[in-house]
Nanobody
Framework: QVQLLESGGELVQTGGSLRLSCTFS????????IGWFRQAPGKEREFVAA????????YYEEDVKGRFTISRDNAKNTAYLQMNSLQLEDTAGYYC??????????????WGRGTQVTVSS
């Protein structure tokens, strides 16, 4: 059974940076595309970024382009989301997702439980 465990979320000031990690277990990590999604209070979950199985392709939601970077280390079974220039609107629960495909869709096969990112002024 695939399990995803997010970490790295915390309280940070506007303009600050955080790196989220997603640790994968239960199957072959390199067989899964990985995505990050977020959900703010009262809002629907939304796509943030995704990375292909080999890491050669990345995709970003428009509002985070140039600020967030998704990456993965297949030797460590871990994916990352580097978040820079954080804004108040980035406050949300951040969720890692995995899909046994070349790219994560809006209905991934597996979800993590999330890690909270709070940006304060």
């Amino acid at each position: 059974q695939v399990q995803l465990l997010e970490s790295g979320g915390e309280l940070v000031q506007t303009g600050g940076s955080l790196r989220l990690s997603c640790t994968f277990s239960g199957h072959t990590f390199s067989s899964y595309a990985i995505g990050w999604f977020r959900q703010a209070p009262g809002k629907e979950r939304e796509f943030v970024a995704a990375i292909s199985r080999s890491g050669d392709k990345t995709y970003y939601e428009e509002d985070v382009k140039g600020r967030f970077t998704i990456s993965r280390d297949n030797a460590k079974n871990t994916a990352y989301l580097q978040m820079n220039s954080l804004q108040l609107e980035d406050t949300a629960g951040y969720y890692c997702a995995a899909q046994a495909s070349s790219r994560v869709s809006d209905r991934p096969d597996y979800w993590g439980r999330g890690t909270q990112v709070t940006v304060s002024s």
